[in-house]
């Protein structure tokens, strides 16, 4: 999922307020971020085959470490852990935890049969949302317009600029999910990792901007 995995991030906005939505968002695609670094690294491996589902054409064939569910049981317990130590806030860390777990669930309904249970564990699950265009566009279009629409109930602008970098945001994010439905395929795997750290670096960045601009409506317990 693309937009889903955003739409999680936004609603934990409203069990964790005093978290950032950049902290938040990030937990909810920690999976990815960590598929990308393991890329560049040469650590996890992907091959792009057109066809392979309707709307992605990515064969994810090796990326156990960043997207297994033992490893993001891991993940998610290190982000949170950490967050906890330096904030002390157990609502928000609990929420983190949820979060970056939340990835495999998603990707789980979203990909074909390639989501492994742990690194070495040869078994692979997936319901293959992503082999229907239209069932895609409305599973995650659903989630996606829950999740902003719990945001927006959850947190409320200190100035305009707190609407018009939000809404901006939200149209970028939306333009980008609608265009990658069943679109051209990426040209190499080197490109796909190069535009994958300048949206993570531009979307996380305009995040952690938004918090300060959309603070939580009642701010969460100490």
Known sequence: ??????????????????????????????????????????????AIKPGITVVNALDLYDFSISHSLAMDIVWGVLFAGIYFWRRCDSRAAWAIFAAVLSHWVLDFASH??????????????????????IATLLVEGLLWIGGLWVYIRATRPVTKLGTYAFSAMIVLLTLLWLGSL????????????????????IVLGWAYWIDRLRPARIPGPA
């Open 182 to 201: 069943g679109g051209t395929p990426p040209p190499s795997v080197s490109a796909l990792t190069f535009v994958n750290v300048i949206l993570f670096v």
């Open 1 to 46: 999922m693309f937009v889903g995995h955003f739409a999680v991030g936004f609603a934990a906005k409203r069990v964790a307020p005093k978290a950032s939505i950049g902290t938040l968002l990030l937990a909810a695609l920690f999976a990815d971020a960590l598929w990308v670094v393991f890329l560049a690294a040469g650590v996890e491996h992907v």
């Open 112 to 133: 074909r049969p390639d989501m492994p249970l742990a690194p070495g564990v040869h078994r692979y699950f997936g319901l293959g949302l992503w082999n229907s265009a």
